[in-house]
């Protein structure tokens, strides 16, 4: 069974960095591009980044561009956002998913809270 | 960027109703769309892909149709267990971007 557990989340003030992790599990990780979703607090849901089976290729939506580091280590099954010089609009439940790189996600996880506020 | 029209935000039908949900694009997405369904509490699931292709393990009640920039998700027999918000994905071109969700309620 696929599985994809985030972790990192909670409160965070303005200008500070916080990194989100998400553990894989049930099946070959390294097989699989992967990307974060966000949503923020009663909007629609936005694309974050996406990264390729490698690492060696990612996008990044225009307002998280320079801010926010997707990566990840095939070793450990494991994805990664870095997120720095955080907003209060970066306010959001970021969601891992399976896939995004040439085509929607399959598999999502729960999702994990992040809040910016001081 | 592509933005997707999605319609109705909110519906309400009874057991046995055949519901549909829309999205539209602002340009052509060559049938480069995906329908999730988010129940309360829980991560979203892939009913369809590209348009109308069901998702393994996905009940057959559920459908998708449509081409160009105007695309359908089918319920044709509505289940209590259906009850979720139901959300559209372009990924045609990056960014990818997403309906705004219909939230989908039992009578």
């Known amino acids: 069974e696929v599985q994809l557990v985030e972790s990192g989340g909670g409160l965070v003030q303005p200008g500070r960095s916080m990194k989100l992790s998400c553990a894989a599990s049930g099946f070959t990780f390294s097989s699989f591009p992967m990307a974060w979703v966000r949503q923020a607090p009663t909007k629609g849901l936005e694309w974050v980044a996406t990264?390729?089976?490698?690492?060696?290729?990612?996008y990044y939506r225009d307002s998280v561009k320079g801010r926010f580091t997707i990566s990840r280590d095939n070793a450990k099954s494991t994805l990664y956002l870095q997120m720095n010089s955080l907003r209060s609009e970066d306010t959001a439940t970021y969601y891992c998913?399976?896939?995004?790189?040439?085509?929607?996600?399959?598999?999502w996880g729960q999702g994990v809270m992040v809040t910016v506020s001081s | 960027d592509i933005q997707m029209t999605q319609s109705p935000s909110f519906l309400s039908a009874s057991v046995g109703d055949r519901v549909t949900i829309n999205c539209k694009a602002s340009q052509n997405i060559n049938k480069y769309l995906n329908w999730y369904q988010q129940k309360l509490g829980e991560a979203p699931k892939l009913l369809i892909y590209n348009t109308n292709n069901l998702q393994t393990g996905i009940p057959s009640r559920f459908s998708g149709s449509g081409s160009g920039t105007d695309y359908t998700l089918t319920i044709s027999s509505l289940q209590p267990e259906d009850v979720a918000t139901y959300f559209c994905l372009q990924h045609s071109s990056r960014p990818f971007t997403f309906g705004s969700g219909t939230k989908l309620e039992i009578k």
């Open positions: 998913t399976r896939g995004g790189y040439y085509s929607g996600p399959d598999y």
């Open positions: 990264i390729s089976t490698s690492g060696g290729s990612t």
